[in-house]
């Protein structure tokens, strides 16, 4: 989906005007690519006047980060396990636009970057993460994945973004009290998910 298509929906879903923006607020957003994760990453940070951190982008502005942590037990083919990415995270949450919370995607991916989230929550005063997890089918995630048309995609490349998704939710449901977790139907048309995604938030 293009990006004038995405704001054109988003505007039709009243999402013009930051609501809601008085609320301390740490959303984890989880879903396999096709999912929905930009778009609804997009509503939310409009909505409650959230930034939007992606620990790829993170990785991908800052790979130096990652290098003095390259040891033997760290797999280079997952570099959102690597402890560097709690250094960016950190970083990036402490800018003053992040004081009332933040939106993260693809972060906590293992304990350590778990704990280490919740430590820096506290320290700012801000609650426990909410988990919001968009559920599709893996067939709708893999046939999504392949229509997104990137040319140097592989078939190789898109199984392994979903088994890294299947990791970080068994990762999560392990970690975090269910209570905390939220499953969304990321099937639905995008503005009932934005709308499922917000009954949650104002429970």
Not at 85 to 107: E, P, W
Not at 145 to 168: A, F, M, S, V, W
Not at 177 to 186: K, L
């Amino acid at each position: 989906m293009n990006r004038t298509r995405r704001l054109a929906i988003l505007s039709l879903l009243g999402a013009s005007a930051v609501l809601g923006a008085d609320r301390n607020l740490v959303i984890v957003l989880i879903g396999p690519t096709g999912s929905g994760k930009t778009t609804q990453a997009a509503f939310l940070q409009k909505r409650y006047g959230l930034p939007v951190i992606a620990a790829d982008d993170l990785i991908r502005q800052h790979p130096e980060a990652l290098k003095k942590y390259q040891t033997p037990g760290i797999d280079p083919g997952v570099p959102q396990s690597n402890p560097g990415v709690n250094d960016l995270v950190h970083d990036r949450i402490s800018q003053m636009d992040a004081k009332k919370g933040f939106i993260l995607d693809g972060y906590p991916a293992t304990k350590d970057q778990a704990d280490h989230l919740e430590a820096m929550v506290k320290e700012m005063g801000l609650p426990s993460p909410v988990i919001i997890v968009l559920d599709i089918p893996d067939k709708m995630a893999l046939k999504r994945d392949k229509n997104r048309g990137r040319e140097d995609d592989t078939p190789e490349q898109i199984e392994r973004r979903l088994k890294d998704y299947h990791r970080e939710m068994d990762f999560v449901r392990t970690y975090y009290p269910e209570a905390n977790i939220r499953t969304v139907d990321g099937t639905k048309p995008i503005p009932e998910v934005s709308k499922a995604i917000e009954a949650v938030l104002e429970k």
